[in-house]
């Protein structure tokens, strides 16, 4: 029979290799924090929900024209993945959509709890980089059908998403819409004639063709979720396992940290392995 010792050795084993990990993503975050502080002065724009849009409509109007991805859809998503802007994610790393790493990324990387501790995310030169790789992880077999859609029917692309499975929180495309319609967001959609319909089809179906061999490498994250987890239940509840924090579970449903407190009757942050909470 193995001794007491040899348990606590081996448990003290673990936790080292698990402190110096920590250590690990923490230095290489504040390492990124230090290069994001440099190149903007330590003087970051605080945005609201409008400066966000009137920064960055630009640049979503120019993947829509590129994509067919209607600005509006870009612009919600934008606004509800990154907090409008102020999220650490897009303060320091300009990753306004919490696109993760995968095998074949070869950019910098930027850690932080989502699915699991350490959850591994893209960093990208700008915010405009961020728009792009956007519309790119959006150009997958999974999604195709939602191309053939007018790029100015964002009611029918935010239902789309949702059937597709880019979210797991049954209200995403409520979200979408009411963030749209509350901001006007429709204005920056442009309609398209037949022919130019035509030609971004083929130009985009190309590209998603030509993605289809390598998208496991492409878009499979290179963090997993925690061994276990349990998916939403159909009475709209979820058991809390290992490696969970109310933030991952709030992000995982598609909600913030406070609506999750709000659906519980939470008045702290606190969770524990097994408890059961309401997401929807």
């Not at 409520?174 to 749209?180: A, E, F, K, V, W």
């Not at 709209?236 to 659906?263: C, H, P, S, W």
């Amino acid at each position: 029979m193995r001794s007491y010792h040899h348990y606590l050795t081996i448990a003290a084993i673990l936790l080292f290799l698990s402190s110096c990990g920590t250590r690990k993503f923490s230095k290489n975050n504040k390492k990124i924090e230090k290069e994001a502080n440099k190149a903007n002065n330590n003087n970051y724009k605080s945005y609201n929900t409008l400066s966000y849009i009137d920064e960055f409509k630009g640049v979503a109007i120019e993947e829509m024209n590129s994509a067919g991805i209607p600005a509006s859809i870009t612009l919600a998503q934008g606004i509800l993945e990154s907090g409008s802007g102020n999220s650490d994610l897009a303060k320091y790393a300009n990753n306004h959509f919490g696109i993760k790493c995968t095998s074949e990324w070869k950019g910098k990387n930027y850690f932080r709890d989502d699915d699991q501790k350490n959850d591994c995310f893209r960093v990208y030169k700008d915010a405009r980089e961020s728009f792009r790789d956007h519309s790119e992880f959006l150009k997958r077999k999974r999604y195709s059908f939602l191309f053939q859609l007018d790029k100015n029917d964002y009611k029918s692309w935010a239902q789309g998403l949702k059937t597709a499975g880019y979210a797991t929180n049954p209200r995403y495309p409520d979200l979408l819409i009411n963030t749209i319609e509350k901001y006007q967001l429709y204005q920056y959609d442009q309609p398209e004639s037949e022919k130019q319909k035509i030609a971004r089809e083929d130009r985009v179906f190309s590209e998603i063709n030509q993605n289809i061999p390598k998208e496991k490498a492409k878009f499979t994250p290179v963090e997993t979720p925690p061994a276990g987890a349990k998916p939403i239940l159909a009475d709209g509840t979820y058991t809390v396992v290992k490696g969970d924090t109310l933030y991952n579970i709030a992000k995982r449903f598609n909600l913030t940290v406070d609506q999750l407190k709000m659906l519980n009757e939470m008045t702290t942050d606190a969770i524990k392995l097994g408890q059961t909470l309401k997401v929807k």
